[in-house]
């Protein structure tokens, strides 16, 4: 059974950092493409980042772009992002998926297979 559990999150204030870790069981994690999603009260999920099998490859979403990056492990089957500067248009449940899909596809929620339960990240101003 696969299982992805994200854990980090918080209540920060703005211009300050967090780490958010995902933790994968249940599937060979160099298999997959890790994304991280987001998603704000009435709003959809959107697509923040995501890294390639091997970490060698990362893309972002031009709202987070500078200041977040993704890193994994994949002998520990992790995944992180590292979120600076973080402004309260950040402020939502962030999310981690897992994707068999290449590389190019992982802006595309919907070619996630596997999805945590997700992590609250508050951002005051």
């Known amino acids: 059974q696969v299982r992805l559990v994200e854990s980090g999150g918080g209540l920060v204030q703005a211009g300050e950092s967090l780490r958010l870790s995902c933790a994968a069981a249940?599937?060979?994690?160099?298999?997959?493409?890790m994304g991280w999603f987001r998603q704000a009260p009435g709003k959809e999920r959107e697509f923040v980042g995501v890294?390639?099998?091997?970490?060698?490859?990362?893309s972002y979403a031009d709202s987070v772009k500078g200041r977040f990056s993704i890193s994994r492990d994949n002998a520990k089957s992790t995944v992180s992002l590292q979120m600076n500067s973080l402004k309260p248009e950040d402020t939502a449940v962030y999310y981690c998926g897992a994707s068999p899909r290449p590389f190019p596809e992982g802006q595309n929620r919907a070619v996630y297979n596997y999805w945590g339960q997700g992590t609250q990240v508050t951002v005051s101003s």
């Open positions: 890294i390639s099998r091997s970490g060698s490859s990362t």
């Open positions: 249940g599937l060979t994690f160099s298999n997959y493409i």
